[in-house]
């Protein structure tokens, strides 16, 4: 009688090691907590609220969606948790607690599990709801509070609207710090470097999509400048918006981002470059959402024409 052998067949990347998929959603969790704490110190109990009803509508969503498909619910490995606060990050602090019920069910249903579920997504779940909700809820998605709870433009949309902006004027240290006008993650320059570093560190992402994409954006950015060429201000560019959000937990999803050492470069200077372009050129104030959206897309195509050689398929020399 032949033994029967049952295969389990699943999305690449495959790697063995001792991590576990809600290890590795812990850390991510623990490195945003600082900017988590910032986002609601700063704008409130609002921001408080945005933030859990995200969550909670991320992870009730692909509950039920797992439910009524007869699947098994995974809801336990805290990836609908991180899809739910990234979601949230990426959201203005005064918006309606129900856009984030309407940006997580996007995201958890049509984005994700759809496409197979976890690792089977071709772009971010979290970014693509982002993407979402600007193009149908325009008003709620560019209404900004700042943390006095003034309603204001951010640096960015200013610079956008004034050509006489001067970067020069404005506190860096309230960018670092986020004293600023934003999305409730983002705001926070430093916090997110904590965070970043700490993923380092934990060898949860790796160093060549971050340091890239962070690298040949300030490069880009100085060279085309928003007055003129080799006129850029790397550092006032850099500290405002989603970069290093977008840099540290975005464009580093496994799912969404090449396998392979040069294809991880690769996306980091194409994030880099059109983060540069659609802030500088497009009629969008910020471009780190649609530039790793933009990349994901690539993805395949990356690690197609940028694998590495199988040691010994090369042709060798005559003698």
Known sequence: MAMEIILTVSSPPHIYGKDTVVRRMRDVLIALSPSCALGIYYYGNHAFLIIAVAIASAVAAEHLYQKVTGKKSTINDLSAV??????????????????????SVFAIVAVKQLFGGLGSNFVNPALAARAMLLASFPVHMTSWTLPDAVTSATYLARIKINPLFVPEAYDYMALLFGKIGGCIGETSAAALIIGGIYLLVRKVINWRIPVFYIGSFAVFAFIFGRESFFSGHVLFEALNGGLMLGAFFMATDYA???????????MGIGCGFLTVMIRFYGGYPEGVSYAILIMNLFVPLIDKYFRPRVYGSGKGKKN
């Open 256 to 266: 969404t981002s090449p396998i392979t050492p040069n294809g991880k470069i690769i």
């Open 82 to 103: 991180i899809t739910g606060l990234l979601l949230a990050f990426n959201l203005p602090p005064g918006v309606p607690l129900w856009l984030p019920v309407v940006g």
